[in-house]
């Protein structure tokens, strides 16, 4: 198994512009989620799904869409690319509400 | 209060020494806690989940206090390869409720 896989690992987007993180995992999972970690926030949720077809907000939602047509892939979209959503950013995913999350490596964003 | 707290350390200590983080968390309701570790510029992973009755691991020990709501990683025998970061994770019960702490540096010098 690949686990839980990000693409692309480093990005840097002008102002403005937007793009499409993309996530998968090949466990089966139904909870997966995206986060951004910052030096001295630590990890916030942006973005959760508890199966396809279903999404909704964590703590800071504000500038990204996602959605969850299949059970594997859960992409994140940042609609228009601010400073302010320069970060790293981890999907995860698990099984159920009190397993085991399991992180992606990550994917290092600036904006420019 | 925040909703989980950790020290930010640096912790720094010898190879050999034994070295305790805490973490507190605000939700009594809170039902499953975790320690995870993650390396620099790394993803977190699970390190070990904590239980009520206290639960080891090799060198690692951990401990919940409900009460006074806080939980404890005990290392023993520190080695090299334990410098890491420590994240204190707290489960509320609902998705959207999985809180991680900032974390807790860790620096093994030889």
């Known amino acids: 198994n690949a686990g839980v896989t990000q693409t692309p690992k480093f990005q840097v987007l002008k102002t403005g512009q937007s793009m499409t993180l993309q996530c998968a995992q090949d466990m089966n999972h139904e909870y997966m989620s995206w986060y951004r970690q910052d030096p001295g926030m630590g990890l916030r949720l942006i973005h959760y799904s508890v199966g396809a077809g279903i999404t909704d907000q964590g703590e800071v939602p504000n500038g990204y869409n996602v959605s969850r047509s299949t059970t594997e892939d859960f992409p994140l979209r940042l609609l228009s690319a601010a400073p302010s959503q320069t970060s790293v950013y981890f999907c995860a995913s698990r099984s159920d509400l009190r397993g085991e999350q399991f992180f992606g490596p990550g994917t290092r964003l600036t904006v420019l | 209060r925040k909703e989980v707290e950790q020290d930010p350390g640096p912790f720094n200590v010898p190879e050999g020494a034994t070295v305790a983080f805490n973490c507190t968390y605000s939700n009594s309701a809170s039902q499953s806690f975790f320690w995870y570790r993650q390396d620099c510029r790394k993803e977190p992973k699970l390190l070990m989940s904590?239980?009520?009755s206290g639960n080891e691991d090799g060198r690692f020990t951990a401990q919940l206090n409900r009460a006074s709501q806080y939980i404890s990683l005990l290392i023993r025998d520190s080695k090299l390869s334990d410098s890491a970061t420590y994240l204190c994770?707290?489960?509320?019960?609902?998705?959207?409720?999985?809180?991680f702490g900032k974390g807790t540096m860790l620096l093994v010098s030889p």
């Open positions: 904590v239980y009520s």
């Open positions: 994770v707290v489960n509320g019960g609902g998705y959207s409720t999985l809180t």
